[in-house]
């Protein structure tokens, strides 16, 4: 890891573990918090769509069938604990379903089936009323306490999720690094190629759907525990299209751009929409300055902005006059 | 025992035959040459062996085991391995990771999530010397983006003897290159040890009559003329269809 590099991780360190204090307010690091959660979410889906190339709109299914798993079963009267393992468990195993219907098409098939299953969901959350509550939702009445650590208060809770958040990071980190996050992208460039070259192209996709399932189902839990309170409207098509929003705007397959991506969105929902009523009409406003401006999101495009500022501002390179007839 | 052997391949897509009852047999260590018009049906005979496209009749061996029903990936762990007419590397990566993509996908790494793919040397170290192979040792970190024609057409060949084939197979290798290029190719295939056979699709007659010992002149689908090259050229059903006499 490059010196730089090095710095710059500390330094985003230091500001996410100073965020409550340099915060005007509780209802910032509420942000923060909901910023961190989604761009759990929006890693989750950057795993398939950025890294796997399988753009999914039925991810805030999975998303929500995490969320009522958890207050299904905390209403039942089991721990939080078993709450957590059982919600991680259904929604890889959802995903797991979903992943063998859909990953028998790519590209727009891919799309339409994920589509078409997050609906389903979307539907049974509003009328499976016995289960789900229908419109009016489940409520949750505590959130865990890890080693006694009450978990209450807005900052506690900022910091638990900074906590997971960092796991998944790392996970992630570690994740496209290795042979197997090669081999996901192998995918994405030339699956007919990489097929031929030995690969378990259907598998290594399942695989990554997994995956993206099982950091999809700890974004939704944090979701629900944040908000103890879980409706329909989580499972929504317009929930699965602001992650993939996320992931495009901030940069797909880059480990930062979701983290952007979801912080993009966050502020905007949440903090301009105070000031301007008109907030969606800005945010798509923004997204299509992104696609025009910076095609690859917002952090490679940063990036290539950097280089080229560099490049220019260096001014042009020197010529070196060259031995037409080098070694005589 | 032969090193592959096609036995009564047919195919058609829709009404047309694109190959017809075509038999082949390879001897190990030979070096075979497919050649025909366009059209004739030699680059879907390549894809049916390597199981890109399902036949729809014959059968496939490789070293005397059937591997019609196999799947491609299933007979690149066997030992075939290809080159494409069109150029498939993986354009956002270095040279180096493409020849090591190309070691991965036999290597039971691929499946690990828990370590760094850039510090597996011994891997990485197979690639360079794989690179080196065909004279790209020194544009191992260049990106793929970067480099000529030429130098992807070797790129491709360095990941095919990269995975150590018994079978490889060549899909027009020369195509698009120039002279000096053609020269440099001509020389890499001519190293490949004889424990490797051959079979290649070329249209450029001067260097690939000068390679193969025994020839194969497919048209429409049709395996018409084989033999050696003087029996080939000789024929008049070849100079009447292909040489155009």
């Not at chain 1, 230091?14 to 409550?20: E, F, K, R, S, T």
């Not at chain 1, 929003?245 to 940069?251: C, D, Q, R, S, T």
């Not at chain 2, 190959?19 to 879907?44: D, H, Q, S």
């Not at chain 2, 060949?157 to 698009?176: R, S, W």
Request: glycine fraction near 10%; proline fraction near 4%; hydrophobic fraction near 50%.
């Amino acid at each position: 890891m490059s010196r730089a590099r090095l710095v710059a991780i500390l330094a985003a360190l230091a500001i996410l573990i100073a965020a409550p204090y340099w915060l005007p307010g509780t209802y910032y690091v509420n942000i923060a918090t909901q910023i961190l959660i989604y761009a759990i979410f929006a890693l989750g889906m950057d795993l398939l769509l950025g890294y796997g190339g399988l753009v999914s709109l039925g991810h805030a299914g999975l998303f929500g069938v995490a969320s009522y798993a958890i207050a299904v079963v905390l209403a039942a009267g089991w721990g939080h604990a078993a709450a957590i393992m059982l919600a991680l468990i259904v929604t890889v195993a959802t995903t797991a379903v979903f992943a063998l219907m859909s990953l028998r098409a790519t590209g727009i098939g891919f799309l339409m089936i994920t589509l078409a299953l997050g609906q389903i969901l979307w539907g049974l959350a509003y009328r499976w009323i016995s289960v789900t509550n229908g419109d009016n939702g489940l409520n949750i009445s505590s959130r865990p306490a890890p080693f006694g650590i009450d978990l209450n208060g807005a900052s506690a809770f900022y910091y638990a999720v900074l906590v997971v958040f960092g796991l998944v990071f790392a996970a992630m980190a570690l994740f496209v690094a290795s042979p197997f996050g090669a081999s996901l992208r192998g995918t994405r460039d030339q699956p007919r190629r990489m097929d031929a070259l030995g690969y378990h192209v259907w598998m290594i996709r399942f695989c990554a759907c997994l995956f993206s399932g099982l950091l999809t189902a700890i974004a939704g839990i944090l979701f629900v525990y944040y908000n103890q309170f879980i409706s329909p409207q989580a499972l929504a098509l317009t929930a699965s299209a602001e992650v993939v929003l996320m992931v495009i705007a901030g940069g797909a397959g880059t480990l930062l751009g979701p983290v952007v991506g979801a912080a993009l969105v966050v502020i905007m929902k949440n903090v301009v929409s105070a000031y301007i009523a008109r907030w969606n009409f800005m945010l798509g406003a923004i997204f299509v300055a992104i696609v025009i401006l910076m095609p690859e999101g917002l952090v490679p495009g940063t990036v290539r902005f950097a280089r080229w500022a560099r490049k220019t501002l260096a001014g042009p390179v020197p010529r070196v006059a060259t031995d037409p007839e080098p070694g005589r | 025992m032969t090193a592959l052997s096609v036995r009564g391949l047919e195919k058609s897509f829709g009404g047309l035959r694109v190959t017809r009852e075509v038999n082949l047999e390879v001897a190990p260590g030979e070096r075979r040459l497919i050649i025909g018009p366009n059209g004739a049906g030699k680059t879907t005979l390549f894809n049916l062996i390597t199981g890109e496209l399902r036949p729809d009749g014959g059968s496939i061996l490789l070293f005397d085991r059937d591997l019609t029903r196999d799947t491609s990936r299933r007979r690149a762990h066997l030992g075939m391995s290809r080159t494409y007419q069109i150029i498939t590397l993986f354009p956002r990566d270095t040279l180096l990771r493409n020849v090591t993509m190309s070691l991965l996908g036999l290597h039971r790494m691929r499946w690990n999530p828990l370590v760094r793919l850039d510090a597996q040397h011994q891997l990485i170290e197979q690639a360079r010397s794989a690179l080196d192979r065909v004279g790209l040792g020194h544009l191992a970190a260049r990106p793929l983006s970067e480099t000529s024609y030429g130098e992807r057409r070797r790129v491709e060949i360095a990941m095919a003897l990269a995975q150590n084939p018994k079978v490889l197979l060549l899909d027009e290798p020369f195509a698009g290159l120039s002279v000096e290029e053609r020269r440099e190719v001509q020389k890499l295939l001519a190293d490949i040890p004889r424990d490797v056979t051959i079979v290649m699709i070329e249209h450029d007659m001067d260097v690939a009559l000068g390679f193969a010992e025994r020839i194969s002149v497919m048209h429409f689908g049709e395996v018409i003329v084989e033999g050696t090259r003087a029996e080939v050229v000789a024929n008049p059903r070849t100079r009447e269809i292909y040489l155009g006499e």
